[in-house]
């Protein structure tokens, strides 16, 4: 018994080394699992900071000529996302402006604004935005937004202090003021709302992928660093656990940087305690990992896996519930996001990092990614016995023939 636990530690350890030296031997590898996961964060991050814009120019066509069509352009101009520069007299000379770069946006009033306000319709003003960078969009939204909300509570304190004269004595001010308090994102910026998240997706795709290559690459090439580590040991689940301590170890640093010094760098919002969350996230490292070993039923080159990138990390942004709720899902997208262990990931690390939520706040999330990472590598164990192995043990007697 000695003597076969003894063997059992020696393939254990023969099988890690040698996965080391399969991962630093494939340049395929070494890009997910090094590269990718340091240069994407900062190139995302860098694309939307600043987080904000303030003062971006816009032009207005003003047909209404009137006391309230000036006071609403007033208003817009003294908000921080907008800067009026000008007026323009009709549609084609607003857009000649944008098409030059002089503004980014047009706000058109029509003529009769005031008139329908007076009467107590509904004054419309259009807003034009050109759309090559969606913060500049989000910007003069919610300038108009709130101007336009603010000047419906003035008209409306306005007419129920004209009906009820009493009323001024109680009315003062917006009827239904709004505090908007962001609690983890307090610049309301796009990059810290987004990114956090992305983190997390960035790291479960790079493990998955690199886990998916690491098997294609045998299954291509079983002598490609001279050791087939598939073989060597006689249990599957003895190869599957010295290779995933192989990619854990390598992972380790990148994943530090990731969700530590990226939003230290960028100013992300960051209330959680980095050693809870490495707590957190471990359980989703190890159901990536069996993600993974299910994944290299389908990658029999190395070649594959980089058409894969694209589509899944897609599919995988759609399901964490980043840009589209879980809430909003129909059943079968739900359960398909249910089982990704990304999904439990982004919701608890965004809680925890943004929200400074703790580890036994997220004990619902903590306990459904360790139950996917046993799903998972039971999917992945059988995969390897049933899959991979025998493939790769026919295709070595079919060289040896």
Same mark, same amino acid.
């Given at each position: 018994?000695?003597?076969?636990?003894?063997?059992? =530690?020696?393939?254990?350890?023969?099988?890690? &080394?040698?996965?080391?030296?399969?991962?630093?031997?494939?340049?395929?590898?070494?890009?997910?699992?090094?590269?990718?996961?340091?240069?994407?964060?900062?190139?995302?991050?860098?694309?939307?900071?600043?987080?904000?814009?303030?003062?971006?120019?816009?032009?207005?066509?003003?047909?209404?000529?009137?006391?309230?069509?000036?006071? *609403?352009?007033?208003?817009?101009?003294?908000? #921080?996302?907008? %800067? /009026?520069?000008?007026?323009?007299?009709?549609?084609?000379?607003?857009?000649?402006?944008?098409?030059?770069?002089?503004?980014?946006?047009? !706000?058109?009033?029509?003529?009769?604004?005031?008139?329908?306000?007076?009467?107590? $319709?509904?004054? @419309?003003?259009?807003?034009?935005?050109?759309?090559?960078?969606?913060?500049?969009?989000?910007?003069?939204?919610?300038?108009?937004?709130?101007?336009?909300?603010?000047?419906?509570? $003035?008209?409306?304190?306005?007419?129920? @202090?004209?009906?009820?004269?009493?009323?001024?004595?109680?009315?003062?001010? #917006?009827?239904?003021?709004?505090?908007?308090?962001?609690?983890?994102?307090?610049?309301?910026? =796009?990059?810290?709302?987004?990114?956090?998240?992305?983190?997390? !997706?960035?790291? %479960?795709?790079?493990?998955?992928?690199?886990?998916?290559?690491?098997?294609?690459?045998?299954?291509?090439?079983?002598? !490609?660093?001279?050791?087939?580590?598939?073989?060597?040991?006689?249990?599957?689940?003895?190869?599957?656990?010295?290779?995933?301590?192989?990619?854990?170890?390598?992972?380790?640093?990148?994943?530090?940087? *990731? /969700? %530590?010094?990226?939003?230290?760098?960028?100013?992300?919002?960051?209330?959680?305690?980095?050693?809870? $969350?490495? +707590?957190?996230?471990?359980?989703?490292?190890?159901?990536? &990992?069996?993600?993974?070993?299910?994944?290299? +039923?389908?990658?029999?080159?190395?070649?594959?896996?980089?058409?894969?990138?694209? =589509?899944?990390?897609?599919? =995988?942004?759609?399901?964490?519930?980043?840009?589209?709720?879980?809430?909003?899902?129909?059943?079968?997208?739900?359960?398909?996001?249910?089982? &990704?262990?990304?999904?439990?990931?982004?919701?608890?690390?965004?809680?925890?990092?943004? @929200?400074?939520?703790?580890?036994?706040?997220?004990?619902?999330?903590?306990?459904?990614?360790?139950?996917? +990472?046993?799903?998972?590598?039971?999917?992945?164990?059988?995969?390897?016995?049933?899959?991979?192995?025998?493939? /790769?043990?026919?295709?070595?007697?079919?060289?040896?023939?």
């Amino acid at each position: 018994m000695l003597k076969k636990i003894k063997q059992g =530690f020696r393939n254990f350890f023969m099988v890690y &080394c040698h996965e080391f030296k399969l991962v630093f031997h494939d340049q395929g590898i070494i890009l997910f699992f090094l590269f990718l996961p340091i240069a994407y964060p900062i190139i995302y991050s860098l694309i939307y900071n600043p987080e904000l814009v303030k003062e971006v120019d816009m032009v207005v066509i003003d047909s209404d000529r009137t006391p309230l069509s000036r006071k *609403l352009t007033r208003m817009i101009d003294a908000c #921080d996302e907008a %800067h /009026i520069i000008g007026y323009a007299s009709d549609l084609p000379e607003a857009r000649k402006a944008v098409n030059d770069h002089r503004a980014y946006a047009i !706000l058109q009033i029509p003529e009769g604004f005031a008139k329908k306000v007076g009467r107590g $319709e509904t004054g @419309n003003a259009v807003l034009y935005t050109e759309m090559s960078l969606l913060i500049r969009y989000r910007g003069f939204l919610m300038a108009a937004t709130n101007v336009m909300l603010e000047m419906g509570s $003035e008209l409306q304190t306005k007419t129920i @202090n004209e009906d009820l004269p009493l009323a001024s004595t109680i009315v003062t001010g #917006d009827l239904l003021p709004i505090n908007d308090i962001s609690l983890g994102n307090i610049r309301s910026g =796009f990059d810290s709302f987004i990114m956090p998240g992305v983190l997390i !997706l960035i790291l %479960h795709q790079c493990i998955v992928l690199a886990v998916g290559m690491a098997g294609g690459a045998k299954r291509e090439n079983p002598r !490609l660093v001279g050791y087939n580590p598939v073989n060597i040991a006689p249990s599957v689940l003895s190869t599957m656990l010295a290779q995933a301590l192989c990619y854990i170890t390598v992972i380790a640093v990148p994943m530090i940087f *990731l /969700i %530590h010094y990226v939003p230290l760098m960028f100013r992300f919002p960051m209330a959680g305690d980095f050693l809870q $969350e490495i +707590a957190f996230l471990i359980p989703m490292v190890i159901a990536a &990992c069996g993600v993974g070993y299910a994944y290299q +039923a389908f990658v029999t080159e190395r070649e594959e896996v980089f058409i894969s990138w694209v =589509f899944t990390s897609v599919l =995988f942004l759609f399901l964490s519930g980043l840009i589209w709720p879980r809430y909003a899902m129909p059943p079968v997208w739900k359960a398909l996001s249910a089982i &990704c262990p990304s999904t439990w990931g982004v919701e608890g690390y965004i809680k925890m990092n943004s @929200n400074g939520s703790t580890l036994s706040q997220m004990r619902p999330e903590y306990i459904k990614l360790w139950i996917l +990472a046993g799903g998972w590598w039971i999917v992945g164990w059988a995969v390897r016995k049933w899959v991979v192995r025998p493939q /790769i043990f026919g295709r070595k007697k079919k060289i040896s023939a």
